[in-house]
């Protein structure tokens, strides 16, 4: 049972693979890109992840092995935390051999392709905020967008999404979901009204940023709700 965590930073970016080693076979794997760090090389990234990753998360399914692309700085006293929360002996190994060497390599190479793939994303984004700035004709490039929908079941369950993005692609963090109540069964308008509102009060109360561009999922009924909403906040 082995973790496999590899790490490769490019352009202040970083991508931190796990492969997921059970019973010798490979179960699975996932990236990440951890967007605040005070690292200055991928040793000390490493240290930063693992320590949040497992340390974070005591009930997590620790392996009985961590192999790493580089060596750690703090090797000997993060090993001593992950034994004394998993009860038991952690190996953290990096000269490796054979089919473990192998599992580091692919770990590597995912970690490179991936963090690739990331930049393109993020300079695909910035490509399409350049676009749109033409298109509206604005003095400047928008750095924030809030996209709003109102979904139902039957009309009864109504609920109000907000999704972000910024130059970089989607702000996960800052989606939101407002359940709507008070109003007529399906009746869109009300709920993209009350949604707004609520959004945006938030907002001019000093939570959270307010956005360059608004965009509303509808006709121009939601467009007019829409205006009154945010007038009604004060801006």
């Known amino acids: 049972d082995i973790d496999v965590i590899a790490v490769v930073m490019r352009s202040g970016i970083s991508c931190v693979h796990i492969l997921f080693i059970r019973q010798g076979r490979i179960l699975g794997s996932r990236s990440y890109y951890p967007s605040t760090s005070l690292a200055e090389n991928e040793s000390e990234l490493l240290s930063e992840f693992i320590g949040q990753f497992y340390l974070t998360h005591q009930h997590r399914d620790f392996p009985r092995e961590i192999i790493v692309s580089h060596v750690l700085d703090s090797e000997d006293v993060l090993q001593k935390a992950l034994q004394q929360i998993a009860n038991r002996q952690i190996a953290i190994s990096n000269q490796v051999r054979s089919h473990r060497a192998s599992w580091l390599r692919m770990a590597l190479e995912a970690a490179e392709q991936n963090l690739i793939a990331h930049l393109h994303a993020k300079q695909n984004s910035l490509s399409r905020f350049a676009a749109l700035q033409e298109v509206l004709n604005l003095d400047e490039i928008p750095q924030r967008l809030e996209c709003f929908d109102i979904s139902h079941t039957g009309g009864e369950l109504t609920v109000a999404s907000c999704v972000v993005f910024d130059t970089r692609g989607p702000l996960k963090s800052d989606y939101r979901r407002f359940n709507i109540e008070g109003i007529t069964p399906g009746d869109d308008y009300a709920a993209m ?11 001019q109360n000093g939570e959270g940023k307010l956005p360059d ?7 121009k009924g939601q467009l007019g709700m829409a205006v009154e909403a945010i007038r009604t906040a004060g801006f």
């Open 193 to 203: 009204q009350q949604a707004l509102t609520r959004r945006y009060t938030r907002l």
């Open 213 to 219: 561009i608004l965009l509303i999922d509808g006709g």
